[in-house]
C-alpha cells in the first residue's frame, strides 16, 4: 500500500478533547482536520466505536482519518460511553442512548467553527451498525454514511444466531467484551480520575451473555436496531460495503433491495477489514473511492460516483481451497441495479448421489451426521490476516450427505443467494439442517463456496417457532449466503448436507436424524448469463493510506488453530490462541497486549457434551505513571436437553495484587434452541 505523506491540505491532529453530553458525561474524542479549517470550514466525518481510540484502533485510524482530513474534512473518532477515556458505562450493544448520545455528538459536531454543516458517518461492524441506525434517526446534518461489515437485521444475520441456530461466536464475541470492558482508560488522558473510573466498570461488568441467552427468538430485544423493521426510515445516502470472506456480507444486496434513499453497494474478497488494507485481496483504493462519494454527497461536487452501475463486487473464480489467501483470483463485475433482471434462477435437483438439472427417481435419505463434524469450516467472523478461513471441505463433506454434478462442460457464474427446498422429517422436535455449496476440482478438492443452516423449529417465523412433529414431513427453504462464484469447466458443483456443524452451531438438544426426500427437493442457482459492461468498469485506484503509527513490538505476537482427538474417549477437542503480543505506541508510550484462549470440546454421540470455554488476559502499561494492569475474564457455556449453563469470572491486578474478582452462574431454559 503507498504511504501518502503529503496532501492537498496540510493537517492537524487533536490527540483527544472531551464532548459533554446533556446529562453530564463526557465522550473522549480524536479529530483530525486541515490546519485552515477555520477559516475555510469542512464536512466532518464520523466514526463513533467502543474499541478504543488511544489503543484498539489507533493502528486503523491512523491509516485513514489523516487521509481524509488533508482532503478537507474533519474525522471525529469518538469513543462510546464507558469506553476508552469516556466516562459512564457500556452496558451492551446498540442501545437506545447508543443512539441518542451519537445525536448528540452530531449536534455538538455541527456547532464547531471548523464544521460547515454537513456531516458522514463511516465504520465498520460495530461502526457499521450503527451507522444505519444512526441515519434511522434522521439527524439533520447528516447526509451520507459508509457501513462496512455491518448488518440490517441483527437476529437473523449476526454473530449471535444464524438462521435460528445460535452460533458458537455468540459465547466467543461476548467473552471478547466481557475482556473489552475490563480495560483501564489511560491516565496521560484521564489523570488520577483512572482507578476510580476503571473500578467502576470493574463494577458494572456483567457478562452479555446474561441479556443474550434471554432472547434465542427474533424477539423485540433484536429487533431493536434491525433497520431491516423499517428501511424507510433512512433517507440518507448509503453506500453499503462488504466482503465475501465475511460473515458480514448479505445485508449488502437487502440494502440495495430494500432502501428508497440513494445508494451503492461494494462486495470484494475481503475478510472483516477496511479494503485498503483487508485480506485476501485485491485490495483497492478505498479510500479514494470514499472521497468521491463524500465529495458528491458533503461538499456537492460533481465526482461521476452516482453515474455508475449500482452493485459492484468481485466474482470468485474456482481456486485451491486454503483457510488463509493472500489473493482470491476472479475479476470485478457490475450490475446496474439490484435486483438485476440478468440474474436467472436455474433449478438443480438433489437426485440421490447426483446433482442434475432434471429429477429423477425419489429415495428417502437419511441425515444423521456425527456431533464432530464441521472442524474444517473456519471461523464465522474471518479477519483474513491469519489462516482462519475454512480449508479443504473433503473430510466434512465424508461425514455429509453429498450431492454432486456432472463435470460443467462450460463455465458457470453465479450472483446471489442460492436457495433449496427441501422436504424432510426428524425423529425429534428440535433440529436443524445445514447446507454447503462446494466446488470440486478435478482432483477432487472441495472448496467451500457458501453455506447456510437452518433452525427447522424456525421454518416458518424467527419470531415464533414451533416445534417438529417427529415424522411429519416438512417443505422447507433454505436461503445460503449471497455469493459471486464462478464454477470453471471440469469442474463439479456439490451440495453438502448435515445435521451438525460443530464448532461453529451449538449442537440440538438430542442426537437427530433427519429424512430427506432426494428427487423432491432442489438447489436454486442465481445464474448471471450478461457479462456486458464489466470490461467497460473504471478500475479502482491503487491502495493509499496516511503514514502508519509507530510502534514497538515489546513481546512477539502469535496465532494458533488446532484440532486434536483422543479416540480412547471419543472427544474432539478444537482449540484457538491468540496472542497480540505487548505493543509500545511510540508517540505516547501506552503499552497494551492480550492473549484469547478458546476451547471446544465434544464426545461422540453426545450433542450435550459440548462445552466452549473462553480465557482472555488483557494487560495495560505506563511505567512513568506506575501503572500496571492486568485482567484475567473467563467465559464458559454448557448445555443439557433443557437448560444452558453459562458461568463467568473477573480477575483484575494492579502489579500482582488482585483489586477486584466477581464470579456469574446462571442456568436459561432451551427455546426451541
Not at 456547532?111 to 451507522?131: E, H, V
Not at 474444517?376 to 479477519?383: D, I, S, T
Not at 417438529?468 to 456439490?494: M, T, W
Request: glycine share 6%; proline share 8%; with cysteine.
Amino acid at each position: 500500500m503507498k504511504v501518502i505523506h503529503e496532501f492537498p491540505r496540510s493537517v492537524q491532529e487533536i490527540e483527544n478533547t472531551f464532548i459533554p453530553l446533556a446529562d453530564g458525561i463526557q465522550l473522549a474524542a480524536r479529530i483530525w482536520m486541515p490546519e485552515d479549517a477555520l477559516e475555510n470550514p469542512v464536512p466532518a466525518i464520523l466514526e463513533f466505536l467502543p474499541y478504543r481510540k488511544r489503543d484498539g484502533t489507533s493502528e486503523r485510524d491512523a491509516l485513514t482519518h489523516p487521509y481524509y482530513a488533508g482532503h478537507g474534512y474533519a474525522c471525529v473518532r469518538v469513543d462510546m460511553r464507558g469506553s476508552g477515556e469516556s466516562d459512564g458505562i457500556l452496558e451492551d450493544e446498540y442501545l437506545k442512548i447508543e443512539q441518542d448520545n451519537a445525536l448528540e455528538v452530531l449536534d455538538w459536531i455541527t456547532t464547531q467553527p471548523w464544521c460547515s454543516g454537513n456531516t458522514g458517518i463511516i465504520g465498520i461492524s460495530w461502526g457499521g451498525f450503527n451507522g444505519l441506525q444512526i441515519a434511522a434517526r434522521r439527524p439533520p446534518s447528516l447526509k451520507a454514511i459508509v457501513t462496512i461489515a455491518s448488518t440490517d437485521d441483527r437476529y437473523s444475520d449476526d454473530i449471535h444466531y444464524m438462521g435460528g441456530v445460535m452460533l458458537d461466536d455468540n459465547l466467543s464475541w461476548g467473552a471478547n467484551m466481557f475482556a473489552f470492558n475490563s480495560q483501564p482508560p489511560d491516565p496521560a488522558i484521564v489523570g488520577d480520575r483512572w482507578q476510580e473510573l476503571w473500578m467502576a466498570r470493574l463494577k458494572a461488568n456483567d457478562p452479555w451473555v446474561l441479556n443474550w441467552l434471554e432472547h434465542q427468538r427474533r424477539d423485540t430485544f433484536w429487533q431493536h436496531g434491525s433497520v431491516c423493521e423499517n428501511y424507510d426510515d433512512i433517507e440518507c445516502a448509503v453506500y453499503a460495503v462488504g466482503g465475501w470472506a465475511d460473515g458480514y456480507s448479505n445485508a449488502v444486496p437487502r440494502l440495495l433491495a430494500n432502501l428508497k434513499s440513494p445508494c451503492k453497494g461494494l462486495i470484494g474478497p475481503w475478510a472483516h477489514k477496511y479494503p485498503h488494507f483487508a485480506k485476501p485481496g485485491p485490495r483497492i483504493g478505498f479510500l479514494q473511492e470514499t472521497l468521491r462519494w463524500w465529495d458528491h454527497w458533503l461538499k456537492n461536487e460533481s465526482t461521476g460516483v452516482m453515474d455508475e452501475p449500482q452493485y459492484r463486487v468481485w466474482m470468485q473464480n474456482s481456486n485451491d481451497p486454503l483457510p488463509y489467501y493472500k489473493e482470491r483470483p476472479g475479476r470485478w463485475v457490475a450490475e446496474p441495479s439490484w435486483p438485476s433482471p440478468r440474474i436467472k434462477d436455474e433449478t438443480w435437483f438433489l437426485n440421490p448421489n447426483s446433482l442434475s438439472k432434471k429429477a429423477r427417481r425419489s429415495e428417502s435419505l437419511l441425515i444423521q451426521t456425527p456431533q464432530n463434524m464441521g472442524t474444517r469450516q473456519g471461523e464465522w467472523v474471518l479477519f483474513g490476516l491469519d489462516p482462519d478461513g475454512p480449508a479443504d471441505q473433503r473430510q466434512d463433506d465424508g461425514a455429509s450427505v453429498v450431492f454432486d454434478s456432472e463435470p460443467l462442460d462450460k463455465s458457470l457464474e453465479i450472483l446471489g443467494a442460492p436457495k433449496l427446498r427441501l422436504r424432510l422429517s426428524s425423529d425429534q422436535p428440535n433440529a436443524f439442517i445445514a447446507a454447503r455449496l462446494n466446488d470440486v476440482a478435478p482432483d477432487g478438492a472441495s472448496t467451500r463456496v457458501t453455506f447456510g443452516v437452518l433452525n427447522l423449529t424456525h421454518r416458518d417465523s424467527h419470531e415464533n417457532p414451533e416445534p417438529l412433529i417427529p415424522g411429519k414431513i416438512y417443505e422447507v427453504c433454505l436461503p445460503l449466503n449471497d455469493i459471486a462464484h464462478s464454477f470453471q469447466p471440469g469442474h463439479r458443483i456439490r451440495i453438502s448436507l448435515s445435521n451438525t456443524l460443530w464448532p461453529l452451531l451449538w449442537p440440538s438438544p438430542e442426537p437427530v436424524t433427519l429424512s430427506f426426500e432426494s428427487a423432491s427437493s432442489e438447489l436454486t442457482l442465481p445464474v448471471r448469463t450478461d457479462p456486458s459492461g464489466d470490461d467497460e468498469l473504471t478500475p479502482f485506484a491503487a491502495p493509499e493510506s496516511a503514514p502508519p503509527q509507530s510502534t514497538t513490538q515489546i513481546q512477539p505476537e502469535s496465532f494458533s488453530r488446532w484440532v486434536e482427538r483422543d479416540e480412547a474417549n471419543g472427544t474432539t477437542r478444537a482449540n484457538l490462541l491468540i496472542d497480540t503480543g505487548l505493543l509500545r505506541l511510540d508517540s505516547h508510550g501506552w503499552e497494551h497486549g492480550s492473549i484469547s484462549r478458546e476451547t471446544c470440546e465434544i464426545t461422540d454421540k453426545d450433542p450435550n457434551s459440548n462445552k466452549a470455554s473462553i480465557h482472555w488476559t488483557m494487560r495495560f502499561r505506563r511505567p512513568e505513571a506506575g501503572l500496571d494492569v492486568r485482567t484475567e475474564t473467563y467465559s464458559s457455556l454448557r448445555s443439557t436437553p433443557t437448560e444452558f449453563l453459562f458461568t463467568a469470572s473477573l480477575e483484575a491486578f494492579e502489579g500482582e495484587e488482585r483489586v477486584y474478582f466477581n464470579e456469574w452462574k446462571k442456568s436459561f431454559p432451551r427455546d426451541l434452541n
